[in-house]
C-alpha cells in the first residue's frame, strides 16, 4: 500500500492488508479474554487467598514478568532466526494450556497461592519469547509507511478489550465466581491461533533471517549501545514500566482498602481507564510518526494525573482521573514503540524488541512487590504517589538531556489546560527564534 494511500485511509488504514485484519480480529477477542483473567487473578489473590495482602499481588504480579529481563535478549535471537509466525503459534498454544490449568486448579478448589506463583512465572517465560516476536512481526505484516498505525491498532485493539474485558470480569466475579472469566481466557487463545492459521504467508515481508545464532545477543546489544536516540527512550519506557504503570496493583487497593468497594467496582475502574487509553490508541493511529514533543508531553501529563489521581477523594473522582491518565501512559507507549521500530535496522529488529519489551515489562519484578511494600508501609495513595514522582524525575532527566546533547528547546505554557512546546534546533532557526532566548 503506498503512502498516498495510507493518508487516505486514515485511522484504519492497515486494516487494508488482509493478513493484518485477520490477525487483529483474532488478538481482540484473546486481549478481552487476557483483561477478563486479569482482573479475576488479582481478586482470586487479593480477597480468597489471602487477606488483602498487597505485598502477596505484587509478587505475583512481580512473577509475570520476572523471566523477561533474562530470556528476552535469547527470545529476539530466536525472533531474528526463525519465521515469526511459527514462534508465535508455539508460544500462543502454551499461554492457552497455562490457562486452563489454571481454570481447573479453581474450578476444583484446588488452588493455593503457590499455585498462583508458580503459573505466573510459567506465563512470563512464554511471554518473553511472544511479545518481542508480536512487536517484530508487526513489520512484517505491514509496510513501512504503515508501521505506526499499525501499532495504534494493536494499542486500540488491546485497549478496546480493556473496556470490555473488567467490567465483565467484575460482573462474572459478582455473580457466578473467577473460575468463568479464567475459563473464557483459556479459550480465547484459540482466536489468535485461528488468524495465524488463516494467513496468507505469501503476502507476508519476512525481514532477512539470522543463519547463525552464535554471539546474536551481543551483537543486539552492542547495537542499541551505539543508537543514544534508542537508549533514552528505553530508559523512559524502563521508568514508565517499573514504577508508573502499576495499576493491577493500585487500582485493586485503591478500591477495596480506600473506597471500601466490591469485585463490580474494581472491574469498572479498568474499563474506565480503557477510555483514555483507547482513544490514544486511535489518536496514535491517525499520526504518521512518532514525534518527540509527543513522547516527552506524554510523560509529563502522565507524571501530572498520577500525582492528583494518589489525593482523589473519593471513587468517582479517582474513576474519573483514570481517564487521561490512560490518555498520556498509552500516548507514551505507542510514540516509544514505533520510534524504536522504525529507528532499528530489519534485521535487529526482533532483538531490538525483545530488548525493548525486557526493558519495559522486566521492570516490573523490580517495581511491582516494591508498589506492594509500599501500600502496606505507607498506605494505598503512596502506590502512586511513588510512580508519579519517578516519572516526574525521568521526564526533568530527559528534557534537560535532549536540551544539552540534541539542541531541543522545551517551554511550558501556563493556563488550562497547561501546553508543554518541544523544538528541535532546525525547527526554531526555521521559526526564527533565537536558541538563547528560548
Request: aromatic share 10%; glycine share 10%.
Amino acid at each position: 500500500m503506498s503512502e498516498a494511500v495510507a493518508r487516505r485511509s486514515g485511522t484504519f488504514a492497515s486494516f487494508g492488508v488482509p493478513n493484518y485484519r485477520i490477525f487483529f480480529s483474532g488478538a481482540t477477542v484473546s486481549n478481552v479474554g487476557t483483561w477478563m483473567y486479569r482482573v479475576a487473578q488479582d481478586w482470586l489473590v487479593l480477597t480468597i487467598l489471602t487477606d488483602h495482602s498487597s505485598s502477596a499481588l505484587g509478587v505475583v504480579t512481580g512473577l509475570q514478568f520476572l523471566p523477561i529481563p533474562f530470556l528476552a535478549p535469547y527470545a529476539g535471537s530466536i525472533a531474528d532466526r526463525f519465521p515469526k509466525r511459527k514462534i508465535l503459534l508455539t508460544s500462543q498454544a502454551a499461554l492457552a494450556l497455562n490457562a486452563l490449568v489454571m481454570f481447573l486448579l479453581v474450578v476444583t478448589g484446588w488452588v493455593e497461592l503457590w499455585h498462583v506463583f508458580v503459573l505466573a512465572f510459567l506465563t512470563g517465560v512464554v511471554t518473553a519469547f511472544d511479545n518481542p516476536t508480536r512487536q517484530a512481526f508487526v513489520s512484517e505484516m505491514v509496510p513501512r509507511e504503515l508501521v505506526s498505525n499499525a501499532v495504534g491498532l494493536n494499542s486500540a485493539s488491546f485497549n478496546s478489550a480493556r473496556l470490555l474485558g473488567p467490567g465483565l470480569a467484575g460482573l462474572i466475579i459478582a455473580w457466578w465466581g473467577v473460575a468463568p472469566a479464567m475459563f473464557f481466557n483459556a479459550v480465547s487463545f484459540g482466536a489468535v491461533i485461528a488468524s495465524l492459521l488463516m494467513m496468507r504467508p505469501e503476502q507476508l515481508s519476512p525481514a532477512p533471517m539470522r543463519k547463525n545464532g552464535k554471539g546474536a545477543v551481543r551483537e543486539g546489544l552492542r547495537y542499541v549501545g551505539r543508537r543514544p536516540d534508542i537508549m533514552v527512550i528505553l530508559l523512559m519506557v524502563f521508568m514508565l514500566g517499573t514504577f508508573g504503570m502499576n495499576f493491577q496493583i493500585t487500582n485493586a487497593l485503591m478500591a477495596t482498602k480506600v473506597y471500601g468497594k466490591g469485585p463490580g467496582e474494581y472491574g469498572l475502574l479498568g474499563s474506565i481507564m480503557a477510555v483514555g487509553t483507547l482513544a490514544a490508541a486511535l489518536i496514535a493511529a491517525r499520526r504518521e510518526r512518532p514525534r518527540l514533543r509527543v513522547l516527552l508531553s506524554a510523560l509529563g501529563g502522565f507524571a501530572l494525573c498520577t500525582a492528583l489521581l494518589g489525593a482523589a477523594p473519593n471513587y468517582t473522582t479517582f474513576a474519573l482521573l483514570l481517564v487521561p491518565t490512560g490518555l498520556c501512559a498509552l500516548t507514551m507507549m505507542t510514540c516509544a514503540n514505533a520510534s524504536v521500530q522504525l529507528a532499528s535496522d530489519p534485521e535487529v529488529r526482533g532483538r531490538v524488541m525483545a530488548l525493548y519489551m525486557a526493558i519495559f515489562m522486566g521492570g516490573t519484578p523490580l517495581g511491582a512487590p516494591l508498589i506492594g511494600w509500599v501500600g502496606d508501609f505507607f498506605g494505598p495513595r503512596w502506590t502512586i504517589w511513588a510512580g508519579s514522582l519517578a516519572c516526574g524525575l525521568t521526564f526533568l532527566g530527559v528534557a534537560v538531556w535532549f536540551m544539552v546533547h540534541r539542541g531541543v528547546r522545551v517551554r511550558l505554557r501556563a493556563g488550562w489546560p497547561p501546553r508543554l512546546r518541544v523544538w528541535t534546533v532546525d525547527e526554531v532557526r526555521a521559526a526564527h527564534i533565537t536558541v538563547e532566548g528560548d
